[in-house]
């Protein structure tokens, strides 16, 4: 039996979605572009699917486009914006915290002239919001700061962080890829500029993002070659993926509060668990933390053999991001954190959601427990 607790990394696709994807796939597969009847119907699908996002999000559907990732929205959203406001300077501010998408990004930036300042975090992740006033520059012209961290789970203040940029004029981008279905995102009542999405950490399939751009905002297209997004984003839609995104949207932010009780019995069960281990760590904030986040550090256990061990039992977990598996290098998050090279590299986290069980998280606890022992005989 598989016991999955990486769902920071992907989720499993939701039956329903999977089914209308291959409906679409086969009936509907009419360019949307095009003028005859299959092609205009799927055409109003993806419109359909915009005005569900819109909806979730409390935003207008025109101020939705589609793309194929998270990191395809991280990057336009950078890269957009230092291109269309570079006449105002070339300043950008960000965390050390943040996915790769984002600082492989301002990295690549930095290399054509522009200047990046990376915020530090406290010892739970979350920025100061004096260091970030103090950082903002006459020639600053983006902040991009994660909603909520994809490793230790940390929920930054992101309403308040948006005060910050609308006071000094400066364009606000959060990337949301792990809030969305976990936080309930009003964007009238934030001051955010862009905000970046992917599908398959909601239920939905691999290769669809969004990217929320607010009206009034300059962004030059990051794919040039046709019409499609209104000519911000060119490419073929992708009608089935884009159908499946509106449905996981739609589902991912219905009844969240009920869903995160549940999920978060779930971790305080884990952590209590987890923390009766002799030399186990819990690395991120208690508060303000994402419900389905654990993330541990343990004395003189090294990831890759506990995470061996786990598989060798059928559960699914993961030391760090998804997008840096494999690597030897310690968690950069944990680093920025203050928690040093060997619990930074040797940590181990478990990202639950509500089709979990307590059964479930009993049996975790025991095997982690069981081959921690194990491992130090």
């Not at 009034?216 to 046709?226: Q, R, Y």
Request: contains cysteine; charged residues 25%; hydrophobic residues 35%.
């Amino acid at each position: 039996m598989t016991i999955y607790m990486d769902n920071a990394a992907t989720t499993k696709i939701s039956k329903n979605i999977l089914d209308e994807m291959m409906k679409i796939l086969e009936i509907e597969y009419g360019n949307p572009s095009s003028i005859y009847s299959i092609a205009q119907s799927s055409k109003e699908k993806i419109e359909n699917s915009r005005n569900k996002i819109a909806k979730s999000l409390k935003a207008k559907p025109k101020e939705i486009f589609f793309t194929s990732c998270g990191s395809e929205s991280d990057n336009w959203a950078i890269k957009g914006i230092v291109n269309s406001y570079k006449e105002k300077g070339k300043h950008i501010i960000t965390t050390k915290i943040e996915h790769h998408a984002v600082l492989h990004t301002t990295e690549f930036l930095e290399e054509l002239g522009y200047d990046v300042t990376y915020l530090d975090v406290d010892e739970y992740g979350f920025i100061n919001l004096e260091q970030l006033e103090n950082s903002i520059r006459e020639d600053t012209i983006l902040i991009s700061i994660m909603f909520a961290n994809n490793e230790v789970g940390t929920i930054e203040p992101i309403k308040e962080i948006g005060k910050i940029a609308k006071k000094h004029n400066v364009i606000f981008h959060t990337d949301a890829v792990q809030a969305i279905g976990n936080v309930d995102i009003n964007l009238l009542e934030l001051d955010v500029d862009l905000m970046s999405f992917s599908g398959h950490k909601i239920n939905g399939p691999k290769g669809i993002g969004v990217l929320y751009i607010k009206e009034g905002i300059k962004i030059t297209p990051l794919i040039h070659g046709g019409a499609q997004e209104r000519e911000k984003r060119s490419g073929t839609e992708n009608t089935a993926y884009i159908v499946a995104m509106g449905m996981a949207f739609e589902d991912a932010t219905k009844n969240i509060q009920e869903k995160n009780i549940y999920v978060n019995k779930l971790k305080e069960r884990l952590i209590e668990n987890l923390l009766q281990i002799n030399g186990v760590y819990l690395n991120g904030p208690v508060e303000n933390r994402l419900a389905g986040n654990v993330n541990i550090s343990i004395d003189g256990i090294k990831a890759s053999e506990l995470l061996m061990f786990l598989d060798m039992e059928g559960i699914c977990a993961s030391s760090a991001s998804a997008c840096t598996a494999g690597s030897l290098e310690p968690s950069h998050v944990l680093l920025s954190m203050g928690k040093g090279e060997e619990l930074s590299r040797n940590c181990l986290r478990l990202t639950l959601n509500n089709e979990n069980t307590m059964e479930e998280v009993d049996k975790v606890s025991t095997e982690i427990k069981r081959i921690v022992g194990n491992l130090r005989k």
